[in-house]
């Protein structure tokens, strides 16, 4: 868990620190130091210490979704008529149930939920969708297919603007 304090005390050899892993973790802790101007051991020990405060929550390798033949990406808005917590344990346990479930928003304004999903296509997406429905009740869906990725970062904006 992030505490307050350990996001204040990160500075400027911990932001570039942090840049360097999210372009490419496997990189060696020598290239990195070198890369962000520092020597080894003080790297690996803030890296150790933003791991162990939450600020570095994993490392993962990014995989192609097409390579695994799940090129459909859609977006699916989702409206409850139910706001009990019983009906959002049972979306919480639906949403962790299916892998095809990437990221789950909670929402304010007419949206309650968006929900990306990946399938290999229409076909698919559409018995992703009949497994859901079964699994828990929803008021209204809206499906979208994205006709093209423009842009799909996972590393944050933590280097200041120039």
């Not at 400027?12 to 990189?27: F, G, K, P, S």
């Not at 150790?48 to 097409?66: F, H, L, N, T, Y």
């Not at 928003?105 to 939920?113: E, F, N, S, V, W």
């Not at 698919?124 to 979208?144: K, M, P, W």
Request: charged content about 30%.
């Amino acid at each position: 868990m992030v505490t307050d304090a350990s996001r204040s005390t990160l500075d400027a050899l911990d932001r570039r620190i942090l840049h360097e892993l999210q372009i490419d973790a496997t990189v060696a802790m020598e290239e990195i130091a070198r890369r962000v101007g520092s020597s080894k051991t003080p790297v690996w020990n803030r890296i150790r210490k933003m791991r162990e405060s939450g600020v570095i929550d994993r490392q993962v390798a990014i995989v192609s979704p097409e390579a695994l033949g799940l090129g459909a990406c859609f977006f699916v808005l989702v409206r409850t008529s139910r706001h009990s917590a019983d009906w959002l344990e049972k979306f919480i346990e639906a949403v962790n149930r299916h892998p095809e479930i990437c990221a789950a928003h909670r929402l304010a304004g007419d949206i309650d939920y968006i929900l990306q999903v990946r399938v290999a296509d229409a076909g698919s997406f559409d018995a992703f969708y009949r497994r859901l429905i079964e699994d828990v009740e929803i008021f209204n869906v809206t499906s979208l297919l994205s006709m093209e990725e423009i842009r799909n970062e996972t590393a944050l904006p933590v280097m200041p603007r120039e």
